[in-house]
């Protein structure tokens, strides 16, 4: 015998036609069900005095740090992390839309800041509230994480010939420019201290992801012999597993296409560099000739130059 199913609230029999009936009512009487909201009636909002950025904070929950731009004035910031944080997941939870009003917002003034939320539903009579944000001053965990010197990884960066001094000076400036775009999409992600080395020098870096971004945008753009090392720091409480410290050692190619050199004893045209070897063509016979970046640093050679074919070649 098949059991019919009845509506808990008018006792209508439910159809077939869904399997799915919310709350164990009819269609009818579950789209007359208020919702029961639940809006914080409080809101802090933290502003680090350190690097600017703001963080919402409810009773029971933090949430993400991130920047102002300066593209967007404070109302339409205001409404930004409020409905990211917060009132997305609300919405979608109730099948509802949230809208923000405010009088004239200031973030720069440190005046607490009143809004009313209107909550509009298909279904329901719309709701108002009103939310106070307090606005609080404190250092972000990131500072203080800057500001303590801490780091999970290090990327080293290394020169083979004295020529390279300018590049390094140039690597350095794109080092601090990926820096700046990586902390403006995540607080996380930073340059903890800079280390001047003989040929170069160490970015000791907050996250391995960071370190990762580093060696990706580098290698775009430059070409490095690549090594990569671990050393033991200690052991992760929660999981029981060993925590290592990632190094990264980018030496930088110190040739270039076109170059001519001496390699071995013979005159060579570089004719092209790979993702981890260098192509050499011999400047008599034109054979070519490849080997690894590993295995290049190891052999015998130095630079030649030459003003016009035929000339001399002299070592640099």
């Not at 109730?94 to 923000?100: G, L, M, P, R, Y």
């Not at 994480?145 to 801490?150: N, T, V």
Request: glycine share 4%; proline share 2%; hydrophobic share 35%.
């Amino acid at each position: 015998m098949k059991l019919r199913k009845f509506c808990a609230k008018c006792g209508r029999a439910l159809t077939n036609d869904s399997n799915n009936y919310k709350n164990f009512l009819c269609n009818d009487c579950n789209s007359k069900i208020i919702p029961n909201y639940v809006i914080p009636e409080k809101l802090t909002l933290r502003n680090c005095i350190n690097c600017g950025a703001y963080s919402l904070k409810t009773k029971d929950q933090e949430y993400n740090w991130q920047y102002k731009s300066l593209a967007i004035d404070d109302s339409e910031f205001l409404k930004k992390i409020l409905k990211e944080n917060i009132f997305l997941k609300f919405d979608k939870k109730f099948n509802v839309t949230s809208e923000f009003s405010f009088e004239n917002p200031d973030l720069s003034e440190r005046i607490d800041i009143k809004t009313n939320v209107i909550i509009k539903s298909k279904d329901n009579p719309e709701v108002q509230e009103e939310i106070l944000i307090n606005l609080r001053d404190i250092s972000c965990p990131y500072c203080a994480r800057r500001r303590g010197g801490r780091f999970d990884a290090i990327v080293q960066i290394r020169i083979q010939h004295q020529k390279d001094k300018k590049k390094l000076e140039e690597i350095l400036a794109d080092c601090l420019k990926i820096e700046e775009n990586e902390n403006f999409k995540r607080l996380s992600n930073f340059i903890s201290k800079i280390d001047d080395v003989t040929n170069g020098f160490d970015l000791k870096v907050s996250t391995n992801a960071m370190a990762r971004v580093f060696i990706a945008r580098l290698r775009k753009k430059y070409h490095f012999e690549i090594k990569i090392s671990k050393k033991l720091i200690g052991v992760d409480s929660e999981k029981g597993s060993d925590l290592y410290r990632l190094s990264t050692l980018l030496r930088l190619i110190p040739v270039g296409k076109n170059d001519l050199i001496l390699f071995e004893g013979i005159k060579y045209h570089v004719k092209s560099i790979s993702k981890n070897r260098i192509s050499l063509q011999k400047v008599s016979g034109g054979k070519i000739k490849n080997i690894k970046y590993s295995e290049f640093h190891e052999k015998k050679w130095l630079f030649l130059e030459s003003n016009k074919p035929g000339d001399d070649f002299i070592g640099r």
